[in-house]
């Protein structure tokens, strides 16, 4: 094979976490090159055998520097930016991850000439009171300045395997008498299963999805976050009590607990915030037909993923009987 036939190459960044991890699988299955561009190369090397020989390599690159950007895009035909935070750490902030760091790499992208596909959230607005989602809506806006025909991919919570979702809080029902409803457990999700959201990244690399465009990915189901913890128990067999708790003290704990050493916060003062609003499907993306139904793509249920991979926090694990509850 000649360099003019080969296939071409994707640079895919933050290719090693979670939503990255099956975007890589999705954009290997269809025969692209592929770079996953990661902070820790070494760390990565799980994902080779998702690919044929020498289909996918590595390279290091940091959102915080300049030119491992540059580096990780050379020669690239599409870019895509997985990267985000849940979680503040050190010198990865929200600022210098969310919105420098992608606005590093769509500029990165135009000056090679690569189109490009940044997973972005739903409820990512430059004017939110949460850092998160502010930060979410800046990057928005410079990438769109930058790259015009950037696709923007906007994900309700999204489900699957490696989540930090579904799996903290079947991890908590192990040990926790309770479980926290955060503001009484009202807040509306719509949790999108990652194979779904990567499948849409893929077809945007492929080109055959319309570019420009701002896509607002939910799953099947509308639900609650007490109903989301509802089924999780009934998938893990667990059952406890599902205890309110109001968002003035939750915010007071996270911001507690985002001070002390070594500890990883349960909860953040600024997801707190963030649950103060709805996380589903604009009416004006379905409309549009900038969702998944819209894309021809029948999203997959909670009910016939959550089993698949919540069954380790089963009190037998596979061996614990349907129906059954501790």
């Avoid at 300049?66 to 050379?74: L, N």
């Avoid at 991890?171 to 457990?185: F, S, T, V, W, Y």
């Avoid at 077809?203 to 989301?228: H, M």
């Amino acid at each position: 094979m000649t360099l003019s036939n080969l296939p071409p190459l994707v640079t895919v960044f933050g290719g090693s976490g979670f939503v990255g991890r099956h975007v890589v699988r999705a954009l290997a299955r269809r025969g692209y090159r592929i770079r996953v561009a990661v902070r820790r190369p070494d760390l990565a090397g799980f994902l080779q055998p998702l690919g044929n020989v020498g289909q996918i390599s590595f390279v290091q690159a940091n959102l915080r520097y300049r030119s491992s950007i540059d580096a990780a895009v050379q020669g690239a035909d599409h870019v895509v930016n997985c990267v985000g935070l849940l979680l503040e750490s050190g010198r990865n902030s929200f600022d210098a991850v969310q919105e420098f760091g992608a606005r590093a790499v769509a500029e990165a992208a135009r000056s090679v000439g690569a189109s490009l596909t940044h997973v972005s959230a739903i409820g990512a607005d430059a004017s939110a009171a949460s850092a998160y989602a502010r930060t979410k809506g800046r990057a928005e806006a410079s990438i769109r300045s930058i790259v015009p025909d950037a696709t923007i991919v906007r994900p309700s919570i999204v489900f699957g395997p490696e989540d930090d979702f579904f799996n903290k809080f079947a991890a908590m029902a192990r040990l926790a008498p309770a479980l926290p409803l955060i503001g009484g457990g009202k807040t509306k999700f719509q949790p999108v299963y990652v194979g779904d959201v990567a499948e849409v990244v893929a077809r945007a690399v492929d080109g055959n999805i319309s570019r420009g465009k701002i896509y607002e990915l939910g799953g099947r189901d509308v639900a609650t976050f007490k109903q989301c913890l509802e089924i999780m128990l009934d998938v893990v067999g667990r059952k406890r009590p599902l205890v309110s708790l109001p968002f003035g003290i939750a915010s007071m704990i996270g911001s507690v607990a985002s001070v002390i050493p070594l500890i990883t916060p349960p909860i953040t003062s600024d997801q707190v915030t963030l649950l103060k609003k709805d996380n589903v499907v604009s009416a004006e993306a379905k409309a549009e037909g900038r969702t998944l139904e819209g894309l021809g793509i029948e999203p997959a249920s909670m009910a016939s993923i959550l089993p698949t991979y919540l069954v380790q926090y089963r009190p037998h694990g596979q061996y614990t009987g349907s129906g059954k509850a501790a």
